[in-house]
């Protein structure tokens, strides 16, 4: 099937929904979610939304902490941007319908996470995320210039490419025509012929063995942009959550929201002891990279599998108004928090990388806009302080709305696009080709591309994909195409890439740690 759309938007998240919402004023919008519209790493954020918002709070505050997590390797200029707009995009998303949890006196209660020097994450008990993805869900269904299509995975975006020319990363007049977009129902992969294409398809968690992400987080964005030549930045920053839920084997791992620190939780060792001084001032509330470095190190020097969090001496009624989904989940599998403390162990959860964009989200290749986890704007640097992506999606997908709608009016369609061609290629009926290579992806990432690396750990991890990348292409040349087959090709795209930039990384700094360049370049 062929299709023409004025805005083509990959992904149902935050970036995605918030940028249809504004150019849907403009034009005919197609939304394609690869499983359902409420199936997105939005959907599970717990802790909140950064904004600056009261005194004594203010952006230059805001703007320094975000320097600080980042390592002073951000984009000053996209900090400062991004930040100083957080309470006007806050403003428009409560308008759009999000709410937020109020003190009595009417002000919106703020929390404090690692990292953050003010009181300034704005929440909906520890379920923020589910919030805010249901408010803008119910705005776009009710747009009549928005089409959503669940259920359908975006193979590659269209370019010269696929017209027979050549295209290079050094072009600058590389074109993003649309998208192939495979039903896989059908098998069919349709044509998606698009004035302009928004890239909002989230992270990619899940090339590691443990990760807070859903399994939609597998990096197809940044795989499909960097394939068809885009430029991708920041690769090598990965951020691990200190505390997701220890539960063994369960996918994805269930998150323990940094705000849990925030209101007093204190890591502490297999003993009971305290152990977070030992590493920073700051305790239980140093930045992510360090809390999960410091939680690695104890957990090898102790030989357990986990560490503790303890929450007991946080009173009962503020566990229950504000942390009642982890609760409730901790109650399920057995742990009362408010008696016991709480078994967790870090899990990936961030890429702070991604595809390199300008300050209206607009990437290497024209036409084509990236939005939220998927895009490297130059906030984050070489760790993203908490909270601060939601707003990053919001802040992004507005400045490329605008962007994209005063440039919608000069662009033609390109007719001449050709139907994905199938010729040739059969059905895979061995599925474990894909599964086992899958789990060694993982299993690669996650000893090798972790917390901690080295030079010869990240050497051996380029040897391992280098066989699986070859295995996996000569598979995708003859099979007709497949989620499965799709993820995985994208998947260990997107740890490539990881592997590359570490490699060229001879510090450690921020996210990325090595134990041959202990210090800072
Ligand atoms: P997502 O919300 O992940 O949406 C991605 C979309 O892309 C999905 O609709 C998916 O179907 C679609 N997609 C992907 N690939 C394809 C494809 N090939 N074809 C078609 N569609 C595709 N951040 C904060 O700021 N505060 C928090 O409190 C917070 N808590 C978090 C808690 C958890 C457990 C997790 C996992 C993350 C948390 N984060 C938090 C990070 C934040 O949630 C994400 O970075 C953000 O939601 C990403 O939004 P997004 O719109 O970029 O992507
Ligand atoms: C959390 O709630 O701890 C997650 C916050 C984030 O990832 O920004």
Redesign the pocket.
Known sequence: MRRKVDFLVIGSGIAGLSYALKVAEHGKVLIISKTKILETATWY????I?AVMYNPDTYNKHIQDTLVAGSFLNDEKIVTMTITQSTERIEELIRWGAHFDKESSGRYALAR??GHSEYR?LHHR?R?GSEIQRALTEKVFQHPNIEVLENHFTVDIITQHHLGKIVRRTHTDTQCYGAYVLDPETGIIDTILAKTTMIATGGAGNIYQTT?NPTIATGDGIAMVYRAKGIVDNMEFV?F?P?SLYNHKEKPSF???????GAGAILKDQKGNEFMHKYDSRGSLAP?DIVARAIDNEMKLSGSEYVYLDARHIPEREILDHFPNIHAKCLSIGINVMKEMIPVVPAA??ICGGIKTDADGRTSINHLYASGEVASTGLHGAN???????LEALVFSHRASEHAVKQIQEIEFMESIPDWNAEGTVLNEEMILITQSRKELQAIMSNYVGIVRSDLRLLRAAQRLEILYRETEALYDKSVLSVELCELRNMINVAHLIIKFASQRKESIGLHYSIDYPSKD
């Open positions: 954020a717990q802790g909140g950064a996470e690692g994450v520890d923020t807070t951020q959550h505390t998150l323990i929201t940094e705000a849990l620190r992510r959860h961030y993203r302080l908490a909270s601060n992506s939601l």
